[in-house]
């Protein structure tokens, strides 16, 4: 059955989360006499992501927006890198630091050239808020904004990727899911979704390369560029 949607993953896939939240925490917390590594402190905001979605993803605790959880998430990293004493506006100014990520150098040019022919929407756990403006400051242009809000609740449910799917009117089938995570993909797969692995050696750092581990995939490329044209069709 022919593609007719592609789901792209975010955090990672499109975004280098770790060099703009190290560039972004220096430049405001450095003028305030505060010197982490800054590599360190953007892993260790990350770090406390997961095990902060894992509560909601067990029915522990109800959905709320990944801004109030990063929020949350950077005040205990800031506690234990003995950072303190920052007021509201501060803090405020930190946690949206993930609304202005920058993208691999290839996305914007690719996501143009996959939505020729396909209907594109992020499936991210951001919330529609956040991609929103991670789509205005990197000047991507999407059919829809979908994923964990519209879901109510985080990847890798089901739920998340079958109602991304169905709101861009796509059966699983028809549904090509576009991740630079394997474990993301194969929750997809799971579903029926076709499956597209972009490679991010530098996602975690140079010493930390994401790699595939022996997971098959329908296609995998190094850029989105490379994607479409092996999904061929837009000229």
């Known amino acids: 059955m022919a593609i007719l949607g592609l789901l792209f993953d975010v955090f990672g896939t499109l975004v280098d989360w770790r060099t703009s939240i190290s560039r972004q925490a220096r430049d405001i917390l450095s003028p305030l006499g505060f010197s982490p590594s800054w590599d360190g402190f953007a892993d260790a ?14 029915g522990r605790e109800p959905f709320r927006l990944l801004d109030e959880i990063h929020r949350r998430n950077l005040e205990k990293v800031l506690k234990d890198l003995g950072i303190g004493a920052l007021d509201e506006r501060t803090l405020d100014h930190l946690t949206l630091a993930w609304h202005r990520l920058d993208a691999w150098p290839d996305v914007r040019e690719g996501l143009t050239r996959l939505r020729r022919n396909f ?8 919330n ?58 194969s929750a997809a797969a799971e579903l029926g979704m076709k499956t597209a692995f972009i490679a991010r050696p530098l996602e975690q750092g140079p010493d930390n390369p994401v790699r595939p581990a022996g997971i098959r995939f329908h296609w995998t490329a190094d850029t989105l560029l490379e994607l479409a044209d092996q999904l061929g069709g837009d000229d």
């Open 45 to 58: 905001w990350r770090a406390e992501y997961q095990p902060a979605l894992e509560p909601i993803r067990s």
């Open 119 to 126: 209907r594109i929407a992020p499936c991210s756990n951001g």
């Open 128 to 185: 529609i808020a956040l991609v929103v403006d991670l789509s205005r400051h990197n000047h991507w242009t999407w059919d829809a904004i979908l994923g964990a809000e519209v879901a109510g609740d985080y990847k890798p449910k089901p739920s998340v990727y079958l109602r991304s799917a169905a709101a861009l009117g796509c059966r699983p089938e028809e549904t090509l899911m576009v991740a630079a995570h394997p474990l993301d993909l």
